[in-house]
């Protein structure tokens, strides 16, 4: 942050520098037909362009780079083509609208492209222009953004982009294709790091692929609104003021084939999405989120399909569900206050989907999972080390349990269902709650656990099943309740409560 604090006092000095010096336009005319830049019979008048020169390239010309060389700008327009040669440098550092600008044109890199205190942004390529880059891309110290692109690029070399006053990478509009093979760097920004928007699409494209994001001051390290971003590579982001992945919008895309990892988003979600935009975790894709404000924050209208792996640690709430999610593989989730906060919306856990929460914070307001809405859980769960297991709250909530629910070393309860809550173990299903002060809490009016499966509490320090008020617990025909090991009693019902016993019933 201090970097950035001072980059105001490297523009004042910089602009006090600007006003001794005078610019001129310095226009390529090709005369010397070799093409390259070093002829100074190439450029109107004979003279080659310099610190001071504002360079056009117009027209269908090829331009060869062929020694070091600073300006203060580059447009390169009407079809011309330049190429900065292997081991030379083009310096681009002054006063514009744009450091470089491609406008239905060609800029290929196999030097280094360097743009260095400069007032606007760095590279802007617009009207179907394209950039291929084998080389470097360095931008550093801009007040604008670091690349506009509505075009295409092709990274197959390295782009590094540091301390801008906006964005790093803006990628939009339905013509903008930016493609990373090899190694992209944001760091320190005072705005986004990478904006993919309308429409646009970003590929992460290989397995070699690198886009690492750090110390982003701005409201996102990533957004990516109504457009795609696929990644295959490893995208990498540390120390985000807000949030880290914000992606949304109807016909956006965001998948991720391979690696993410998100740390220190400290003032929002670590991956969120939202307003119609899925965010799909492919078969081979695997994210990592720690030490974060909150983990993934799956937003009004957003859908979520994890069909990976997805590691949660050191977070305030590990999963936020406010529409569709449904896990067909691996979630784990590790020292969080809540493990998965699901609100008007809808969870599916698959049957090939294994979800375990564990160390979740031992205050008041802490839960393995707290439904208040749709819960459908087909595969395995396992809540441990925790202060209460589940908690099923409000008269729309439904917890329907069709396989495995193992709840071990509880603090408080295996399960509280309250507030007309509705929970369902269902035929085959079975619910295991093992170490905890009461194993099932069932409170409030018209609260309701209905057993269909197989139920078993063990080792609770005060009552194995608790109900109070107008609730009730149904052991249908097929069902079967097993409580050992409890120290003041295996069930206790308060009046107006009901037990309905129509099936197996094994007190010790």
């Known amino acids: ?198 429409g646009a699409m970003f590929s992460n494209k290989t397995d070699r692929s690198h886009l690492e994001l750090k110390l982003i001051y701005g409201v996102y390290a990533l957004r990516n609104n109504t457009s795609t971003f696929q990644n295959y590579g490893a995208l990498r982001m540390d120390s985000t003021a807000n949030t880290g992945i914000s992606s949304l919008g109807i016909n956006g895309l965001f998948e991720n084939h391979s690696f993410i990892h998100v740390s220190n988003a400290l003032g929002g979600s670590s991956i969120g999405n939202s307003l119609g935009c899925p965010t799909i975790n492919k078969t081979n894709g695997r994210i990592s989120i720690e030490h974060a404000n909150g983990g993934i924050n799956n937003s009004i209208g957003g859908t979520w399909v994890n069909e990976g792996a997805i590691d949660i640690k050191n977070v305030s709430t590990g999963l936020n569900n406010y529409s569709c999610f449904m896990n067909k593989d691996s979630i784990s989730i590790d020292s969080a206050q809540i493990g998965i906060y699901n609100l008007d919306s809808t969870f599916y856990n698959t049957s090939t989907g294994v979800i375990e929460i564990s160390h979740i914070d031992g205050t008041s307001a802490s839960w393995g999972i707290y439904n208040i809405r749709d819960f459908d859980n087909y595969g395995e769960i396992i809540l441990s080390d925790i202060r209460t297991g589940i908690r099923n709250h409000t008269s729309l909530c439904h917890f329907d349990n069709f396989h495995i629910l193992h709840i071990s070393q509880v603090m408080l309860y295996g399960i509280w269902n309250t507030n007309s809550g509705s929970l369902i173990d269902h035929p085959t299903a079975s619910i295991d709650v093992v170490g905890s002060r009461i194993g099932i809490r069932n409170e409030f009016i018209n609260s309701c656990l209905i057993n269909m499966g197989q139920i078993e509490v063990d080792g609770a320090s005060e009552i194995a099943i608790f109900c109070t008020e107008s609730t009730s617990i149904v052991n249908e025909s097929n069902g079967e309740i097993s409580v050992t090991n409890t120290l003041e009693g295996p069930i206790s019902i308060e009046s107006p409560a009901t037990l309905e016993n129509n099936g197996l019933l094994d007190l010790e």
Not at 3 to 32: K, Y
Not at 84 to 94: M, R, Y
Not at 130 to 145: A, F, K, M
Not at 163 to 177: D, K, L, M, W
């Open 1 to 198: 942050m201090q970097r950035l604090n001072n980059i105001g006092i490297c523009w004042i000095l910089f602009v006090c520098m600007l006003t001794t010096n005078t610019t001129a336009q310095i226009l390529w005319d090709g005369e010397s037909v070799d093409g390259l830049w070093s002829s100074p019979k190439n450029w109107v008048g004979d003279v080659l362009p310099d610190g001071n020169s504002n360079v056009e390239i117009d027209g269908i010309f090829f331009v060869t780079m062929d020694d070091n060389t600073t300006v203060n700008s580059v447009v390169l327009s009407g079809e011309a083509r330049l190429l900065i040669d292997d081991g030379k440098q083009l310096t681009l550092s002054g006063i514009m609208d744009q450091a470089i600008m491609i406008d239905n044109a060609l800029l290929e890199i196999k030097g280094t492209l360097y743009i260095d205190l400069f007032l606007g942004d760095g590279i802007k390529n617009i009207n179907g222009g394209h950039i291929n880059n084998q080389g470097h891309i360095i931008v550093d110290l801009v007040t604008g953004d670091g690349i506009w692109n509505e075009a295409g690029i092709n990274n197959t070399g390295c782009i590094h982009i540091d301390s801008t006053q906006e964005n790093g990478i803006v990628n939009t509009g339905a013509a903008a294709n930016f493609e990373n093979s090899d190694s992209i760097k944001i760091f320190r920004l005072a705005e986004s790091g990478l904006q993919n928007l309308s």
